[in-house]
């Protein structure tokens, strides 16, 4: 069945390998006739969460207006989300994980966004899978705080300069991937 999918980015560097895995997931995902909406958090204008909690007795979404907004219409929409990302100090570049704390209005409001399931792809320098373990654990609490059925996760290693990826298999695969999310 064909789905709208959310594909989360978190990069702040256009068109670098977390980039073109993503790129090569919509390949696949829009060759299956599924419908792609895309925000990369890396380059919108996201504040950080101020814990003010005035979300709390919302429906989701943050109090405070930023671009989050257009991201929490998404999150509205999709059926799934697969989410893009960067090893940034052995966690999110600061953009995404802005985005990311700001899921807490609908953690803190009990509302349940319209996505059901999720998959995370993360690149990085370093060759010790060891190195990704917090950002997949990061990435696996999310997904059970926001009801996503966590469809797995893939840690793309070795690539540093832009377009290192295209000399991994990952960009074949990315885009089986997105043709049978
Ligand atoms: C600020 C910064 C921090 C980084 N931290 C790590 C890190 O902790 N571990 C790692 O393996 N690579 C790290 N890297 C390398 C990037 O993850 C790597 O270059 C990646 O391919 C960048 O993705 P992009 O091309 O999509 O921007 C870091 C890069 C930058 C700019």
């Not at 993503?22 to 060759?31: D, K, L, M, S, T």
């Not at 907004?69 to 509205?76: C, H, N, P, V, W």
């Not at 100090?89 to 409001?109: E, L, R, T």
């Not at 966004?113 to 993360?122: A, K, L």
């Amino acid at each position: 069945m064909n789905k709208t999918i959310l594909v989360l980015t978190g990069s702040p560097r256009t068109g670098g390998n977390s980039d073109q895995l993503a790129e090569a997931f919509i390949r696949g995902a829009q060759n299956a006739g599924n419908f792609v909406l895309r925000f990369d958090a890396g380059r919108k204008q996201i504040g950080p969460c101020i814990g003010c909690q005035a979300c709390a007795g919302g429906n989701g979404g943050c109090a405070v207006q930023d671009d989050f907004a257009e991201l929490s219409g998404y999150l509205q929409q999709a059926d799934a989300i697969a989410i893009f990302s960067p090893l940034y100090w052995f966690s999110w570049p600061a953009g995404i994980k802005a985005a990311i704390d700001k899921f807490f209005s609908y953690y803190c409001s009990g509302t349940q966004t319209r996505v059901r399931e999720s998959i995370f792809v993360v690149c990085g320098e370093s060759d010790k899978m060891e190195t990704y373990d917090s950002i997949v654990a990061s990435y696996e609490h999310t997904a059970e705080l926001m009801h996503w059925e966590n469809k797995g996760h893939i840690v793309v290693p070795g690539v540093t300069a832009a377009g290192d990826v295209q000399n991994t298999p990952a960009i074949a695969g990315m885009e089986k991937i997105g043709t049978y999310y």
